[in-house]
């Protein structure tokens, strides 16, 4: 009997039916090139997803795969203030660990630069543009894509892409789905050249309130329906109650619901605080699921590693993981290896030389456990 044609379910190689196929392949990759077309099982077609970790190892976990995937298009939207330029910069700040370049499309004009620095972003790597129509922003993400240099892009937000010919135009003039049209073109064009790229691309989006809804949702997002289909993931982000010290507050508590996911199954929540000025309490993370996965143990109110206490409370555990960060390192990596995601990769940049008039970051290593002052 003869050999099965390998990639087919053509069983016999010197049939009519395979000898058109193998035509036809020729055929194509004559006219478009080499590597047009492959079969699935072969070479580099069955790649594992390569991720950026999100700065909440709660949201990496909800994800299924550790991170935003590579190569992709996300959208990341939710109500005024609800952490969603927070999560993108420590995005970036992740991805700039890995030695990825960043740029950063501003449409809003809003970047706070000292807050991103504060959140780990190395500001003297970091591109910014601030585009004064949509068209510009997106042939900007549209070349940046294009020169295989860059890993990421953020565009804040798609609400503020406004068409030249709004701009253009006189105050009250009815433009519909302008917008709409303009970010469907530029999703078909970006889409295959992101991938070809590695590229990463978020869109950061705002909610909208539709009228004479009369059940299910009213909400929804700006930009159309095309940023919809196109992203492989979508991130619903919500600020779900308030952080307090005494009587001040010091930040919020934040909700992310997974509500796309083209990776891993979604619908999946995760829950994390964004302190403010210091972004995602990635150590109170740490510790909370250190304790669920028993890598960390509990007694009472201390905290403890390998039997070494390492802070009584969470506030003194987590400031303690916060000033020896290769034992916070160390520790989410179990916890990931626990779970079975992606290992979080070492830096491979050295960390950024502070602006003049910031503290140095601590270096890391142990030291005493913290003790409240009760």
């Known amino acids: ?17 395979a000898k058109a196929l193998q035509a036809a392949l020729a055929q194509i990759e004559k006219q478009f090139g080499k590597g047009t077309i492959m079969r699935l099982g072969e070479g580099e077609v069955i790649d594992d997803i390569q991720v950026v970790s999100t700065g909440s190892l709660g949201l990496d976990i909800a994800l299924g795969v550790g991170g935003l995937p590579r190569g992709r298009v996300v959208e990341i939207y939710g109500p005024e203030s609800s952490g969603k330029t927070t999560l993108t910069l420590q995005v970036i700040a992740e991805m700039q660990k890995q030695g990825g370049q960043c740029a950063f499309v501003d449409a809003e004009h809003a970047l706070d630069v000292q807050y991103a620095q504060k959140l780990g972003v190395n500001l003297s790597d970091l591109l910014i543009s601030q585009p004064d129509t949509g068209e510009q ?8 894509v294009r020169s295989g240099a ?34 469907s073109q530029a999703l078909r064009k970006l889409t295959a050249t992101i991938k070809k790229t590695n ?13 004479g809804v009369m059940f299910g949702s009213p909400e929804t997002t700006t930009g159309g329906n095309a940023l919809k289909f196109y992203a492989s993931v979508r991130l619903d982000i919500r600020r779900t109650g308030t952080i307090k010290k005494g009587e001040e507050a010091i930040g919020n508590e934040t909700k992310v619901k997974v509500v796309k996911n083209k990776v891993s199954p979604p ?8 302190l403010f000025g210091e972004g995602i309490s990635r150590e109170g993370e740490i510790i909370d699921m250190g304790v669920n996965a028993h ?13 070494e206490k390492i802070g009584q409370g969470r506030d003194n555990a987590r400031e303690f993981l916060r000033e020896n960060p290769s034992l916070a390192y160390e520790i989410e990596n179990k916890v990931r290896e626990s779970l079975g995601i992606p290992l979080l990769a070492p830096a491979t940049d050295a960390p950024p030389v502070p602006m003049e008039g910031t503290a140095p970051d601590v270096k890391p290593g142990r030291g005493k456990a913290a003790k409240s002052d009760s």
Request: glycine share 6%.
């Open 137 to 144: 922003a997106l042939e900007i993400v549209d070349s940046l």
């Open 199 to 211: 590229c990463m691309v978020i869109f950061i989006n705002q909610i909208r309130m539709k009228i």
């Open 267 to 274: 619908f999946k929540t995760a829950e994390f605080d964004i």
């Open 150 to 183: 860059v890993d990421l892009v953020v565009i804040d937000s798609v609400a503020a892409l406004t068409p030249k010919a709004e701009i253009e135009g006189e105050m009250g003039d009815s433009l519909p789905g302008l917008q709409a049209r303009l970010m």
């Open 295 to 307: 890598i960390l143990d509990k007694s009472g109110a201390w905290y403890a590693y390998n039997g």
């Open 1 to 17: 009997m003869d050999a099965q044609v390998k990639g087919t379910s053509i069983s016999n190689p010197n049939s009519e039916k």
